[in-house]
């Protein structure tokens, strides 16, 4: 069961500001035409109805995203732009997404015989994508043969559109060149005198539109991990510009109390205090999706003060060491900026040992989503 905790202090904010600036800064940065924001996986946890109306207002003319499902979830919140499901989709789901006009991605001749079968005694048209395997090896046409013969199955049937082509890149966020020269040239080996074209391709995700616009297409952008202000090559490549984060989670302060040197806190008895001071404890759990393990992370109090995770993080609520009285209502900040001071996604990653991308992905959706400017 999804649902908003809206009776627990603890939230996560949505700047509208930094979603703008960000779509800006890559748009402009890669002289794009378009932008795709790519909303899967609860756009990548941040809250998919928020996400999906801040990029829009922000410039995002289009979506995509990894599963059917969403898809139709962004329709069923009376999104009316393009929308590209970049997954697999099982061809007996075929009439649903014709008819919701959801654009389908497909690997194989066989699937696209199969989905031609289902609408052939309708009416409906569907938005036909062909992915082309470039070196990620996950999916896509591989073999230029398969791609003219999927292309012409697509073009002789009355019920499917030739809508894109589209192909994604493995090191785009590294400094790997090279494969991303191969991978170029693997586009144009496998696409070169197609017997028909599509509307539309793309190739540039946010790794592509920041550190390699200059080798690629870049009129269409999908706007992934860059959308949420998120640099996935730290520290190995330098951003060409700033993005901003577009999440804080914050929460309140629920109990206070005093603790002495050497009492025990939290399961297995494993931390200490080092020495007297106070212990804070806040509604947010590693359900939550902050990690587990981070014991000894720093936090920051609205007072001023830093403090610091003492013990594990527990399943709902996690402890918090002190030197100061805190009262009960003060608000900490896991992510975020209070003042000058800040704790970034980055920073918690690296402390905990988790990839980046990883731990965004980890907010779950009891926790409120607060827009914010």
Known sequence: MNYAALHRRAQVTLSRSAVAHNVAAIKNHAHAQQVMAVLKANAFSHGLPEMAMLSSQSGATRFGVAMLD?????????????????????????????????????????????????????????????????????????????????????????????????????????????????????????????????????????????????????????????LFGIDSSEPTMPMPFELEPVLELTAEVIFSKPIKAGEAVGYGADYRAKHDGWLLTIPVGHSDGYPFNADGMRVLIADGQVGHIAGGVAMDQTMIFVDKPVNVGVQVTLIGKVGIQSVSLSDLAQYSDASIVALMNNFAPRLQRIIVP
């Open 70 to 226: 969403e898809a139709l979830a962004l329709r069923d919140l009376g999104y009316q732009q393009p929308i590209d499901v970049l997954g697999l989709t099982d061809p007996q789901f075929v009439r649903l997404a014709a008819q919701r006009d959801i654009t389908l991605a497909f690997s194989s001749l066989a699937t696209i015989q199969q989905a031609a079968k289902v609408l052939a005694d309708t009416s409906l048209h569907l938005k036909v994508s062909l992915p082309v395997d470039t070196g990620l090896n996950r999916i896509g046409f591989k073999e230029r043969d398969q791609l003219v013969l999927a292309i012409q199955e697509v073009v002789d049937s009355k019920q499917l559109e030739f809508q894109s082509l589209w192909t994604h890149f493995a090191t785009a966020d590294t400094p790997n060149e090279t494969y991303v020269d191969f991978q170029i040239s693997e586009w144009q080996r496998l696409t070169q005198n197609l017997p028909a074209q599509p509307k539309e391709q793309h190739f540039a995700n946010t790794g592509i539109a920041t550190w390699y616009a200059d080798k690629v297409d870049t009129n269409i952008i999908r706007l992934g991990v860059g």
